[in-house]
């Protein structure tokens, strides 16, 4: 079954009388998008902690659906660190998102809590006043993919990020219920920063769909040797390997990554 494959209702049987020819049941086929593809794809983009490239790999994943051919949007829910620009709130992040994808929605969709000071979120909401909850975020996202073909939700931060004092980023993944791919910043402590991201996600009963190694240090020792033990360790695909990127474009970093084997991934339009 595809992660992303619609389940269809068990519809239960009732016992026909002996003298009553009944219809027969038919059990509606899962909507197909262009040319016969699946209708949906969504995943969830996490990463090990702050400022390790999870915008880049987000961006890259969509460059990689635009590039195949598919209405694909980018979502940041949450993020911290805007300024005005030209009347509207702008955050940096959630911009290189909208610009990565080829659907064209409001901000207040891709990115429903756009907060001005750059600090954790939870301070950054209780600054300008504003309580970050699910149900707008939820909302939000069914919009964006109503309206696309393929969405791509980037968190803030690492996995557990405070929002509030009972709603975090966490529960913010748990409520969307995505497959998840986790960002790796390679960089000294990232093996117990992963396969302790890898067990929150796990135990809230998440699909993790794949893992993204993203080079940030240059002068990282024994990278190879830190892969592999991550590789031995993490019950999923290793999806790709960016290398250390002077200039670190969507386009790039996408040639890194692989992402046609990730069960719902649409093929490439002809």
Not at 75 to 85: D, E, I, R, T, Y
Not at 99 to 113: I, Q
Request: aromatic residues 4%.
């Amino acid at each position: 079954m595809s992660l992303n494959e619609p389940v269809v209702p068990v519809v239960p049987m009732v016992d026909a009388e002996p003298a009553v020819m009944q219809e027969p049941v038919v059990q509606a086929e899962p909507a197909l998008g262009v040319e016969g593809l699946p209708s949906r794809f969504s995943c969830f983009v996490t990463g090990t902690d702050t400022e390790i490239g999870k915008t880049l790999v987000s961006c890259a994943i969509l460059h990689k659906l635009v590039a195949g051919g598919v209405r694909a949007c980018g979502m940041k829910p949450v993020a911290a660190g805007a300024a005005m620009v030209d009347g509207e709130l702008h955050n940096e992040d959630a911009d290189l998102l909208v610009a990565a994808g080829n659907v064209n929605l409001p901000r207040n969709l891709t990115t429903p809590y756009m907060l001005r000071e750059a600090c954790a979120p939870h301070i950054a909401a209780a600054m300008d006043g504003v309580a970050i909850e699910a149900v707008p975020i939820i909302a939000a996202y069914a919009e964006v993919a109503a309206a696309s073909d393929a969405v791509v939700v980037e968190g803030v931060g690492g996995f557990r990020v405070p929002f509030s004092d009972d709603f975090d980023s966490a529960q913010m993944a748990e409520q969307l219920n995505l497959p998840v791919i986790l960002v790796v910043g390679l960089r000294l402590g990232c093996l117990s920063h992963a396969l302790l991201t890898i067990e929150a996600i796990v135990r809230r009963d998440l699909v993790l769909a794949g893992w993204v190694v993203n080079e940030i240090d240059p002068d990282m020792c024994f990278a190879d040797e830190n892969i592999a033990a991550l590789a031995a360790r993490i019950p999923a695909p290793m999806l790709g390997r960016v290398p250390y990127l002077n200039n670190a474009t969507a386009a790039e970093a996408a040639k890194f990554i692989d992402l046609a084997g990730l069960p719902g991934f649409p093929s490439k339009r002809d």
